[in-house]
């Protein structure tokens, strides 16, 4: 983790250094742009924002919130069960592009992630307990979350193309990047008789999975993949 | 140009450093596939919000009936809805350490019991006490607490209660009718029952018996507070005002006498009788209220009499007596032609509130510190000695307790008592009074507020799971269930709730503490204490006496000592290990 934030803040010095260097040799022509986006963030819309053919402020929203209903089945023990992933992630984010070639950019800048993975699990299959069937929705269902372990991320990228035009309306991009929350954080909780697994004192395993990953360097890094188009909608 | 190269610079800075940082991809996978294989998932045993507790105590003694086979016979329309606490269903249920757990279909919902009541006709068998049988309503979706007392055949009785058990020898004519009358003193010649001459005894199944009949007699005085306690349970329920009409009527028998006769002939129980029939008898004393006339009883006075229907408990309509005097007194007397158990009561019923409104007045209890207390009810009803009861209740959050025996026009108090203080608990009742003329056709909420004495107590928060000894399992099962607890040394159990596999119990240093829990025909005691252990410690000492057929009978485990905590909270967590065959029965 410690080595991760040094390289970010390593990458971070050398962008703002790169970038002090550059402004001097920059042209001047401020303008706006609209753009839409689709990314491993979701589709969304951003407003960006140049006062030099270097620099430009990016805001965006983006949104992925798709659910798989009984994607595959999970057996433990003798209970069989019906496992429904569903991954929502996007949010809000503020990112400066620097522009080190006229169709290369660097963006740093944060982001304000709704990342949230999770899974509702229900039982397949009724359960008899003594002379009662409980159906599946009688049952209750138990729900695991993956969460980012901070909400406010910071966001590293490199993309091809441009976010704004330097001489037209039109323009496309392609970012990659990754945003890090920390760690990834694992919770869980359930209903009626798989309600004893939200309980925290009941949670020792859960603790044990999370602290392992607040350890592990990687953990909590989200890769961004993303093609974005633009129009630029006023210039001076 | 410049730009690029000062980039490239910079990104070979970076990716330098990242290079050299080690590879732990290999072993960052393994950590983290360890942790998923330690997770676990819970599953809680089913939550029945809906059920009711029994308790069966010695009708004079109060004590708990232990150490003999009790069974409870469930019957009754709605009987199919009555379970076992893990959800089996049988006729019949068996109750361990003088209690019982059954719990309602957990379909069953307040929206359902608004409009369809659970009616159920409960008959305890016990050997050497007899079998009463009486109506268990549930209106709402709580834990119903019920004390069945239980009339000893052949031990001491409250005084209101006398049971005769006599071998009759009469004689029999070639028709199979008696020659001669027989009597049967019950009290003296207070209370009799005469088998009259010209009587034929017949079975179940019509036929005729003859020969030695084995008489077994008891007779419930009103006028005796004690008594009034154990049949008001068996007069709470349905009615029926019509013998030809099986149509059900909601309300109150208030008794003028009570009999419950059994007699058989070679092992066969006579159950009608052709030809004179059989007589009883009894003496009602002057001052007995009579809720009909809201005076003390005159001659003159009708009372109707019942008999209890078997299956269902339900109390029918026979015929009217008249109360008749000679030179000992006032006295009623009848002849019945089949046996049951014979019953002489007003009857307040619901008519738009004029006799007896339902539902009935009641107090919901809110308790705050206690999860059960034993509760006296002491009822004094103004201008009349020793005719209604005093009630005991054990009382639960949510729970609460009718009075459906109010008569009208009459005002009385309420009185709250905690009748055993628990060691370092005292129970706060407020108001610790209600006058009834007050609570009448309403609802009062009586808050009971457990005060401790902190100084040698400690909050044992337990944390109570079950696993497999099969090392694959990945399930743990956390038990929901009703626990019951006390001193050693104390009669009373206290009932706390397992939630998901946790409670609290409130444990006095130095003392050791029964615990108890059922599941379905098993249940599972134990001991708990908490003692010093050093100067500054504490040793909690767990002694499982498990009874769950072939799972864990433990021997007493403690657990490494603690620090003494200024809190006074002390948190145990107990994972009982059981062979995978009785887990399996418990998932």
């Not at chain 1, 929502?88 to 304000?112: C, E, H, P, Q, R």
């Not at chain 2, 909601?250 to 006769?261: D, H, I, P, Y």
């Amino acid at each position: 983790m410690k080595k991760l934030v040094s390289l970010f803040l390593l990458s971070l010095v050398t962008f703002v250094l790169s970038a002090q260097s550059s402004t001097n040799s920059a042209r001047s022509s401020f303008g706006v742009a609209v753009g839409l986006s689709a990314s491993t963030n979701g589709l969304g819309g951003n407003v960006t924002a140049v006062w030099n053919d270097k620099f430009a402020l990016r805001l965006g929203y983006e949104k992925l919130d798709r659910s798989f209903p009984n994607a595959f089945v999970y057996q433990q023990d003798d209970f069989n069960f019906d496992v429904s992933p569903r991954i929502k992630t996007g949010g809000f984010s503020a990112i400066v592009d620097w522009y080190f070639l006229k169709s290369l950019y660097v963006s740093a800048g944060v982001m304000v992630t709704d990342l949230h993975l999770s899974a509702k699990i229900v039982s397949a299959d009724p359960l008899t307990i003594g002379d009662i069937e409980y159906s599946p929705n009688e049952m209750g269902e138990m729900n695991i979350a993956v969460g980012p372990q901070n909400k406010v991320a910071p966001y590293v990228g490199l993309g091809f193309g441009r976010n704004i035009s330097r001489d037209h309306r039109f323009t496309m991009s392609f970012e990659i990047g990754a945003y890090h929350t920390g760690s990834y954080i694992v919770d869980v909780n359930g209903t009626e008789l798989f309600e004893a697994n939200g309980d925290p004192a009941n949670q020792e395993s859960i603790n044990n999975l999370n602290e392992t990953l607040k350890g592990i360097s990687w953990s909590g890094i989200y890769p961004v993949v993303k093609l974005g188009i633009s129009y630029k909608i006023w210039k001076k | 140009m410049k730009t690029l190269k000062l980039l490239l610079f910079y990104l070979a800075v970076f990716f330098a450093a990242l290079f050299f940082t080690r590879c732990s991809l290999t072993e960052d996978i393994a950590k983290i596939t360890d942790a998923l294989d330690s997770l676990k998932v819970s599953v809680g045993t089913p939550q029945f919000k809906t059920g009711i507790h029994f308790e069966f105590v010695d009708a004079k003694t109060g004590e708990y009936i232990t150490g003999k086979e009790l069974k409870l016979i469930v019957t009754g329309n709605d009987a199919s809805k009555v379970f076992d606490n893990i959800g089996s269903q049988a006729e019949s249920y068996n109750a361990s350490y003088g209690m019982l757990d059954l719990v309602i279909d957990p379909d069953v919902d307040s929206a359902y019991l608004a409009t369809n009541p659970i009616k159920i006709n409960v008959t305890p068998v016990v050997n050497g006490y007899l079998s009463l049988s009486q109506q268990v309503e549930i209106y709402s979706p709580n834990i119903k607490n019920v004390i069945i007392a239980l009339i000893n055949l052949t031990g001491s009785n409250p005084n209101g209660v006398k049971v005769s058990i006599q071998n009759l020898s009469p004689t029999y004519d070639s028709q199979g009718r008696t020659i001669s009358t027989i009597v049967q003193q019950i009290d003296g010649a207070n209370t009799t029952v005469e088998l009259l001459q010209g009587t034929v005894l017949k079975s179940a199944s019509g036929s005729v018996l003859k020969g030695n009949i084995s008489s077994q007699v008891v007779y419930f005085n009103p006028k005796d507070s004690a008594t009034q306690n154990i049949i008001q349970g068996i007069l709470t329920g349905d009615v029926q005002l019509d013998r030809n009409n099986p149509q059900s009527t909601q309300g109150k028998l208030v008794s003028a006498g009570m009999f419950a006769a059994q007699l058989s002939v070679g092992g066969q129980i006579v159950k009608t009788f052709d030809g004179a029939g059989l007589k009883l008898k009894t003496r009602v004393a002057s001052d007995l209220y009579n809720p009909d006339k809201d005076r003390v009883v005159n001659v003159g006075d009708t009372v109707p009499m019942w008999s209890q229907e078997e299956l269902t408990g339900k109390w029918v309509f026979e015929k009217n007596s008249v109360i008749k005097s000679d030179v000992e007194g006032l006295y009623l007397e009848d002849v019945v032609n089949h046996l049951s158990y014979w019953n002489w009561d007003w009857f307040t019923r619901q008519i738009g509130g004029i006799y007896c409104d339902y539902p009935y007045p009641r107090i919901n209890w809110n308790l705050t510190g206690v999860g059960s207390a034993n509760v006296d009810i002491i009822v004094k009803l103004n201008g009349v000695t020793s005719q209604y009861p005093t009630m005991k209740e054990i009382i639960y959050p949510y729970a609460y307790t009718e009075f459906g025996f109010f008569p009208r026009n009459r005002s009385g108090n309420i009185k709250f008592v905690d009748p055993k203080p628990l060691p370092g608990r005292k129970l706060i009742f407020t108001p610790a009074s209600i006058d009834f003329a007050n609570l009448n056709r309403t609802v009062k909420t009586v808050n009971v507020t457990a005060e401790y004495d902190n100084k040698d107590l400690y909050d044992v928060k337990i944390n109570l799971s079950a696993k497999s000894s099969d090392p694959k399992s990945k399930i743990i099962i956390k038990p929901n269930a009703y626990l019951y607890y006390k001193p050693a040394s104390v009669r009373n159990w206290e009932g706390v709730s397992l939630r998901n596999g946790k409670t609290t119990f409130k444990l006095k240093l130095g003392q050791p503490y029964d615990i108890l829990a059922y599941f379905g025909n098993n249940s599972g005691k134990g001991t708990l204490l908490v003692e010093k252990y050093g100067a500054n410690q504490l040793q909690i000492t767990l002694t499982p006496t498990m009874n769950l057929n072939s799972g864990t009978t433990g021997s007493a485990i403690k657990l490494p000592p603690v620090s003494k905590p200024a809190n006074n909270i002390v948190n145990v967590d107990y994972t009982a290990i059981l062979s995978a065959s009785v887990f399996n029965t418990l998932k």
